[in-house]
T-cell receptor, first 115, second 113 residues
């Protein structure tokens, strides 16, 4: 039973380029979350999605960042015109659709480096 | 505004002894708390959780205690093992079935021989 998959694991982009991060949730999970971890900090919530819906994007920067979770395929976190401050580890998590389960299961992360 | 705080950035414990990791929170709307363990270059791994209606939850060597009046929780690991050496994050969730997690900044645990 595969866990949460993220690719690529490492991504290097020059300033001004676009970064696309992909996340495939665990089988049977319909909730996807994206978090960002800056060096020496905890994880910060960015966005929560269900299939074809953004439920909570209160942690997303207002500009350049977008996320989607289409009916088919992985969830995508897109960062346009990247800047050095976007360098971080981006983690995706998923959880199942149940009444009682809060636990989120994390992928290995994508480490974005902006040069 | 750090709603979940882990005031000890690091902790060193001898193998076989108890490790106690602490976490404080400020938001009284939080009703579910989780502990995650993280190795370098990996994603966080879920360890144990507790609902606000309980004050203790135990799973093998791991026990989480919740003191709602003090807005404090702790993770006890006993006995500590070298493989427990990692960064431990406390996280909190509030409202709804599936909701965003608010993380602390982590405590790096080193279990020495």
């Amino acid at each position: 039973n595969a866990g949460v998959m993220q690719n690529p694991r490492h991504l290097v982009r020059r300033r001004g380029q676009e970064a696309r991060l992909r996340c495939s949730p665990m089988k049977g999970h319909s909730h996807v979350y994206w978090y960002r971890q800056l060096p020496e900090e905890g994880l910060k919530f960015m966005v929560y999605l269900q299939k074809e819906n953004i439920i909570d994007e209160s942690g997303m920067p207002k500009e350049r960042f977008s996320a989607e979770f289409p009916k088919e395929g992985p969830s995508i976190l897109r960062i346009q015109q990247v800047v050095r401050g976007d360098s971080a580890a981006y983690f995706c998590a998923s959880s199942p659709l149940t009444d009682s389960l809060y636990e989120q299961y994390f992928g290995p992360g994508t480490r974005l480096t902006v040069t | 505004d750090q709603q979940v705080k882990q005031n000890s950035p690091s902790l060193s414990v001898q193998e076989g002894r108890i490790s106690i990791l602490n976490c404080d929170y400020t938001n009284s709307m939080f009703d579910y708390f989780l502990w995650y363990k993280k190795y370098p270059a990996e994603g966080p791994t879920f360890l144990i959780s507790i609902s606000s209606i309980k004050d203790k939850n135990e799973d093998g060597r791991f026990t989480v205690f919740l003191n709602k009046s003090a807005k404090h929780l702790s993770l006890h690991i006993v006995p500590s093992q070298p493989g427990d050496s990692a960064v431990y994050f406390c996280a909190a969730s509030g409202g709804g079935t599936a909701s965003k997690l608010t993380f602390g900044t982590g405590t790096r645990l080193q279990v020495t021989l």
